[in-house]
């Protein structure tokens, strides 16, 4: 429902934002802690409810957000219009190689949980099917046309379905994304841990989460209880990758 895909992110309707599924307003201080976003032009790849364009509206040069849900995206448009957002725009398109490499180059681009339903042809986008294109091409286009990427991408034990889908992440998931990113042609990869910036408490809430089974796919009933109780989710314990072309 559309509900729930707005839901994602905070609402930028609501005074205090609201609650999402994610804890994104915590990534996004981490990637404004490593990333200088000052005058820069910005590319925002999967961008769901336009977060991270509002969020960096009074900061940067122009934004550009780009999903394939077309509801979303005339949301998201209607916000920008009401609050005046000369700077930012949003386009609804499929994300393939073609399209980025016909953008115009960006200081810094956002692939923020998207990469992973590609790769393991989840439900998640109808407007991006297996098979159409190389999903690494989209990698080498990115690092054609931003200085900065900023990337997180889904782990096999996240409990999904399309975890079981994903290709062998050897010998570790981060550093299989490290040798991705550099395959793609990116010259240097820096990891930000995921629980970078945690607290003790909410270190140790997850921990207790998972070893209740919070991660496994199917959940069992326990791991469910243990979600809701502690409010965790898994697709928050992504490590983030900054990837530079210099």
Known sequence: PLEERIGYHPDPNQPTGGRSKRKVEARHRLIRGNVDFSGKRVLDLGCSGGYFGFALSDTVSSYLGVDGDEPVIERNRNVARQRSLVNVEFQSAAITPSYIRGLAPVDVALFLSVFHHMLGGSDAYDWNRPGEFDPFDLLRALRERADVLVFETG????????????????????????????????????????????????????????????????????????????????????????????
Do not use: K
Request: proline share 9%.
């Open 155 to 246: 782990y096999p034990d996240e409990g999904y379905d399309w975890c079981d889908r994903l290709p062998p992440m050897t010998p570790t998931p981060r550093a299989w994304v490290v040798r991705t990113l550099r395959e793609a042609g990116f010259r240097h990869v820096e990891v930000v841990p995921a629980g970078t910036g945690r607290s003790f408490t909410e270190g140790l809430r997850r921990s207790v989460a998972r070893a209740m089974g919070y991660a496994r796919h199917p959940r069992p009933l326990a791991g469910r209880i243990a979600a809701h109780v502690f409010q965790v989710d898994s697709r928050d314990n992504r490590d983030l990758f900054i990837a530079r072309n210099n």
